[in-house]
């Protein structure tokens, strides 16, 4: 099947489209890098297209070498793709052109009837010129626009092909003859509106438009909007209006942008304090957890009985620590699970269950299908996303936002921080809504909650410690990391980062199971990174994780141990020492990542590679 996680921007106003569109499409290359294409309308019935295989820089070099002039106008769109199937190449690039070459398509989803639409248009005499599910789009819009009740109406238009697509998808489309309006439709794939003065924006996510306008629109599932320079208008497929749901966009412009770093990811590491301020502000009020939408009754979140964690990659390593602070606090037994797997294994599910869906982009294909799984069984579902109106929120029954901010590194850095004290404020708003904690004794868990981000900051000073080791382990050949308890996410998330960014072997493991096979691993020199439980909190454990140290360092490992300051006995088996500040055990995974994050995207930089680029990611994974 042929599928893509894309940036999509579109374009109607007073500046330069070219601009526009290209700066917008900077904004979202994190979606996808594969390739990236433009057509703009330039008011004299024609369409100026340009596309290029691979990074936006390309497209804007094919730009430069046609020369700017063929690209005049106010009003366009373009595309930054990331290609699941299909080769990355020029001619798969987007737009898409009908046979006119009067209309063109951007997409972002998957077609999944495409085959049979294909086979219609092609039994029709109609050639394609691309491998892409995207292409049919242009073709049948093209159609509906030549001839029966939607000629010479583009939003009709689309609106009759938007109706017989399955799967996902954004679309936005543009018609040479028609300079004035752009016309876009989405199903569970992102979409919003940016309204300024005199321009109107349409993209995958409001980072394309925020240096123009804060004010955006959602649009709905299976809706259409159809914009003009001086507004837009939302309706269904059929063309019925619907109320829309406007918004501010509380960031701005330098959020988005590097900020003098040497790249995205380690602005967004450095910017964890507030991010974690900002997710627990405003969530916990007169003693209580405040969420940002919720639909589930007081009642029914009493008769909880069981609570599943669903979520991907980071998300998940987040949601396994959300197990430890749920049933220590509230007395519910917790299953944390991979969405991918989820509604696979046909888990026992009904009212009584709570489903946790952490995600931070709020579209993954995986995690959102275990959504509407749990709630084809009944089950109450809760959204944790960092993405304001995403899908996954949207189908839920109740939301909490983490206020995080635009994450542009391709890998999550703040985010899970932010999924970390979320989770949290869940387990707190649990442990209220069934009496199994005080009002004192929840007051007296979100103080500590709310002392993190200035732990947080004490130990972003590791930074230039974390900096210089990274220099000295980039060549190594595999890296293991061990921890217990709260420590052993932690320890998964150390070696997904590392994976992801440095290319290189890497595996977490729960210290104790190290005896029973992984440390066959260990040999001369190997670095193996030991997250340290608290000393005071965790005393058995610590003597324990002791006791795992000296055995791997008998075999030759080289120890990377990030310990609590002050935390004496460890120091003699620590080949390299990070120190880190005494918080209490389940805040620990908050302070305990940060040099895990800089030490990935350090040996990356180091190995040359691109750390906010990572090859074969994308930011959004919208496939399942
Ligand atoms: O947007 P989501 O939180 O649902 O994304 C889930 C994962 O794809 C994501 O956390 C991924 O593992 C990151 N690249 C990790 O850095």
Redesign the pocket.
Known sequence: MLGRVCGIVGYLGHRSALDVVLQGLGRLEYRGYDSAGIALLDGDGSLAVQRSAGALSNLEQRVAEDGREHFVGTGGMGHTRWATHGAPTDRNAHPHRDSTGKVAVVHNGIIENFAELRAELENDGIELSSDTDSEVVAHLVGRAYAAGPAAGDLTAALGIVAARLSGAFTLVVTHADQHDKIVAARRSSPLVVGVGEGETFVASDVAAFIEHTRNAVELGQDQLVTITRDGYLVTDFAGTEVETRPFSVDWDLSAAEKGGHDYFMLKEIEEQPEALSNTLRGHFADGGVVLDEQRISEQDLRDINKVFVV?????YHSGLLAKYAIEHWCRIPVEVELASEFRYRDPVLGRDTLVVA???????AD?LEAVRHARTQHARVLAISNTNGSQIPRESDAVLYTHAGPEIG???TK?FLAQIAANYLVGLALAQARGTKYTDELEHEFAELAAMPDAVRSVLETVPQVRELATRMCDAKAVLFLGRHVGYPVALEGA??LK?LAYMHAEGFAAGELKHGPIALIEDGLPVVVQMPSLKGHSQLHAKLLSNIREIQARGARTIVIAEEGDEAVRPFADELIEIPAVPTLLQPLVSTVPLQVLAAEIARHRGYDVDKPRN?A???TVE
């Open positions: 979520a991907c990659g980071t998300a952490i995600s931070q982009s709020g579209e993954t995690t391709v890998a999550a985010t997904l980062k992801e990611l930011k959004s994974v």
